[in-house]
């Protein structure tokens, strides 16, 4: 898929798109890709994904306290999908600046993406699991890492020269950047 240069390209196909790439999304992520790079009014954000529903493009569902627009509603937000939906934050962030980005399947990319011509991975690294990081990174070839984390005390655990960030994402979603040691 391709990143976000313009407003007007954030429409209902590219909504269509973002879902049929990444399966599933939190209802939040939708309405704010509409509202921060499209600049739809509540009432406009609401109404494509109401399009969306009624032509059965995604559907919602609720999973505890959150809601999700996911294509089939029988799908399960569990492991690699829930993590892959906290990343999908981070690439928010970078949206504007991304040519083209992808769900990927590797154990070392939840999310990757290009940027001016350079490769990025999101990595998420379930607390416990920083050692399986660690390896994920050393075999996934020349990209630059953003890696997401549960816990702050995770960071000196993990060890790469290709960490561009680490990400945190706390209770209201936002999602905090810290430098790797050494980072200028």
Not at 90 to 96: G, H, I, N, T, V
């Amino acid at each position: 898929m391709y990143g976000i240069k313009r407003p007007e390209e954030v429409d209902l196909e590219y909504c269509c798109s973002l879902i049929a790439e990444y399966t599933a999304l939190d209802c939040a992520q939708m309405f704010s890709l509409l509202k921060r790079y499209g600049g739809y009014r509540k009432r406009d954000r609401i109404d494509i994904c109401r399009q969306m529903r009624m032509q059965k493009y995604i559907h919602r569902i609720e999973v505890g306290d959150r809601k999700y627009f996911v294509l089939n509603p029988q799908i399960s937000i569990t492991g690699r999908l829930q993590q892959q939906i906290r990343c999908f934050w981070l690439l928010l962030d970078y949206l504007d600046r991304v040519d083209q980005h992808f769900a990927a399947g590797t154990p070392s990319s939840v999310i990757t993406m290009e940027i001016e011509g350079r490769d990025y991975s999101i990595l998420y690294a379930a607390k416990g699991k920083e050692r399986a990081c660690n390896y994920s990174m050393e075999r996934g070839g020349i990209t630059r890492y953003f890696v997401m984390v549960e816990d702050l005390g995770q960071i000196p655990l993990i060890k790469n020269g290709q960490i561009h960030a680490f990400a945190m994402l706390d209770e209201k979603n936002t999602v905090h950047y810290y430098l790797p040691e050494g980072a200028v």
